[in-house]
C-alpha cells in the first residue's frame, strides 16, 4: 500500500514557475513507476508527466514538453514536477500517483494503482 500527499500548487501568473512534490508512505515508494496527471473543470483527467521507478526513464505529454521537468529521490520517497513558463491552459488540478507494474512508463491513468487528493494550480493571464 502507498499513501501519495501532493503539496506546492498554489496561483502563479502567467510565465512563472511551481515546484509540485509528491510525498509516498510505505516501503515500496522506489519500485513504482510514479507520474503526475492534471485535470480541468470539465475535461478529463490528462497524462503530464512520468518516471521510472530509478528515474532513468521519463516521459511527458507533448503540450508541457520543455517546460516541465519530473523527478525523484527516492531516499526521501519523493517524486517532483517542476513546472516553468506555466500558461493559463496550465490551470488544472494536479495529481500524484503510482504504478506497481516497475516496467512501464505508464500514460494512461487506468494504470496506476495509487493517487493523492490533489493541489490546485491557477495560473493567471
Known amino acids: 500500500q502507498v499513501q501519495l500527499v501532493e503539496s506546492g500548487g498554489g496561483l502563479v501568473q502567467a510565465g512563472g514557475s511551481l515546484r509540485l512534490s509528491c510525498a509516498a508512505s510505505g516501503r515500496t515508494f522506489s519500485t513504482h513507476t510514479m507520474g503526475w496527471f492534471r485535470q480541468a473543470p470539465g475535461k478529463e483527467r490528462e497524462f503530464v508527466a512520468a518516471?521510472?521507478?530509478?528515474?532513468?526513464?521519463?516521459s511527458y505529454a507533448d503540450s508541457v514538453k520543455g517546460r516541465f521537468t519530473i523527478s525523484r529521490d527516492n531516499a526521501k520517497n519523493t517524486v517532483y514536477l517542476q513546472m516553468n513558463s506555466l500558461k493559463p491552459e496550465d490551470t488544472a488540478v494536479y495529481y500524484c500517483a503510482a504504478d506497481s507494474w516497475t516496467l512501464r512508463i505508464g500514460v494512461r491513468p487506468s494504470e496506476y494503482d495509487y493517487w493523492g487528493q490533489g493541489t490546485q494550480v491557477t495560473v493567471s493571464s
Open positions: 518516471i521510472s521507478w530509478n528515474g532513468g526513464t521519463t
